[in-house]
């Protein structure tokens, strides 16, 4: 995950987490330690720009499992299994947290065919009812 997801967003999530626009920006990788910095920028669901965080994405004795820290103070956020990738454009990863949402990560500049190709599988594992907050309030993705 952490070798082929450079650079993405949230395209859909199961729970409203009151963010959108959500984005990811590998800023440093690790491969030894199995560690990434991520730059993360959202909004508020009213449209307010959030502060950008630095978070550390650290896989887990299971490949699968992600645990996930604010860089500056190591205050563990939440963690999540990827249920599935492609590896090319999309993931699907359940978040372990009190939400338990389940979310589409999308690859930047993924192409609209991709992400169409990946829906199904998103919902077969996370159901059918979702949130788009990844669309035009966003920009170009």
């Known amino acids: 995950f952490l070798n082929t997801f450079k650079e993405g967003y949230i395209k859909y999530i199961t729970v ?5 626009c959500i984005t990811f920006t590998q800023t440093q990788f690790d491969a030894t330690t199995k560690e990434a910095i991520y730059s993360v920028s959202s909004k508020s669901s009213s449209g307010t720009v959030n502060p950008t965080e630095n978070q550390v994405f650290k896989v887990q004795e299971c490949p699968s499992d992600i645990d996930i820290s604010l ?6 956020l939440y963690n999540i299994t990827i249920l599935y990738s492609d590896y090319s454009s999309c993931h699907v990863v359940q978040h372990r947290d ?6 589409m990560l999308v690859k930047k500049n993924a192409r609209q065919f991709n992400i169409e190709a990946c829906l199904p599988l998103y919902t077969r594992y ?7 907050i990844y669309g035009a309030q966003c920009g170009s993705a």
């Open 126 to 132: 996370c159901g059918r009812s979702y949130l788009e």
């Open 71 to 76: 860089q500056t103070s190591g205050l563990p």
């Open 98 to 103: 009190e939400t338990n949402a389940c979310s």
């Open 16 to 20: 409203d987490i009151g963010k959108l």
